[in-house]
């Protein structure tokens, strides 16, 4: 194969196929340009940041947990609590560390479910979601309440002339990055999810599992805080697309569902193209629930083109 040919179809890379859904991106791209008069405005540019913010956010999360064979369902309800949580009306440094305690707990609990008493990641973050959901309607039955005025300006406006959705997009891309490929918990949640004989390397394959977990849960808080202060209220169903849109665009980056396989590049990559699918679809006035059955129809797509046994599904 050719230099060019081993770029874009790399042999037995552990980054997976992040490739192919760049090329879409950029024919997307080149699409909505031609076709759509507003694609290329600044508004539209600021508000597809705004837009794949939360979304890349609580997509790290889910791939640090894909990677070692897991799989969080909790990630929308807990966007949700955290932005039910942030609403009641008390100061930020009372309710960001109350969210992310909360965060940590669901987490954790999800972890111990798969680990310890080796329920299958879909049913444990499943009952955990429910659990949290619950929760997320107990604190905010319906939308509403008052956001600190502080979480309000951490996300709104520009910092230094740059646009605040850039600079918290920024700030997750390298603390994903940073975990993922520039640490030694990164190289073990690849050797976990790979099948490698971990533990004989001194790996604990339990405690980085449930780690995972609740870095899962903590990226998806991270989220709902970003929601709270662009919506400056709670809302209990505000997370309820982020557990099929992340997981969507984790696979669409080329990260396996059976894990040990992915990159932080790539699920950007799936990220930005869910993003602009989404936003070509708004530029087109395609209806909301049309735009729905689009992004299911991606993910089983997706999910067809990985084998079932591997996935575990």
């Known amino acids: 194969m050719s230099k060019v040919g081993r770029i874009f179809f790399p042999a037995n890379s552990r980054h997976g196929l992040w490739t192919i859904p760049l090329l879409v991106a950029i024919c997307c791209c080149v699409g909505l340009a031609i ?15 705004a837009q794949a913010a939360p979304l890349i956010l609580v997509s790290i ?30 100061p930020f440094y009372v309710t960001v560390p109350a969210a992310m305690l909360t965060a940590a707990v669901v987490g954790l609990l999800n972890g111990v479910a798969v680990t310890r008493f080796r329920v299958h990641p879909i049913i444990a ?11 997320a309607m107990f604190v905010r039955p319906s939308a509403g309440g008052t956001v600190a005025s502080e979480i309000v300006a951490l996300v709104s406006g520009e910092l230094f ?48 599992e449930v780690a995972a ?12 805080i970003f929601l709270a202060g662009r919506i400056a209220s709670g809302d209990p169903n505000i997370g309820t697309q982020y557990a099929v849109d992340s997981i969507t665009a984790v696979a669409l980056g080329g ?7 992915g990159s932080l590049h790539g699920t950007l990559i799936g990220c930005g193209l869910l993003a602009l699918i989404a936003n070509g679809m708004n530029l ?8 729905t059955i689009v992004k299911g129809a991606i993910l089983l797509l997706v999910i067809a083109l990985q084998p079932r046994k591997s996935i575990g599904l």
């Not at 791939?63 to 039910?84: A, F, N, P, R, W």
């Not at 973050?125 to 929760?135: C, D, F, R, V």
């Open 125 to 135: 973050t499943l009952s955990i979601m429910g659990i949290t959901q619950g929760a």
């Open 284 to 291: 087109l006035n395609v209806s909301a629930f049309v735009q």
């Open 161 to 208: 002339g740059i646009y605040m959705p850039v600079i918290w997009t920024i700030a997750a891309i390298l603390v994903g990055w940073r975990i993922v490929h520039g640490s030694r918990f990164g190289l073990h949640l690849f050797a976990i999810g790979g099948g490698e004989t971990a533990a004989t390397f001194g790996i604990a394959e339990q405690r980085n």
């Open 213 to 224: 977990y609740v870095l899962s849960s903590c990226f998806a808080a991270a989220a709902g």
């Open 35 to 49: 076709s759509t008069a507003d694609f290329v405005s600044r508004q539209n540019v600021l508000n597809l940041f």
């Open 255 to 261: 990260t396996q569902l059976a894990g040990g396989i």
């Open 61 to 90: 999360g889910q791939m640090i947990v894909i990677l070692v064979k897991g799989l969080d369902l909790s990630v929308g309800s807990v966007v949700s609590l955290t932005t039910g949580i942030l609403s009641l009306n008390a």
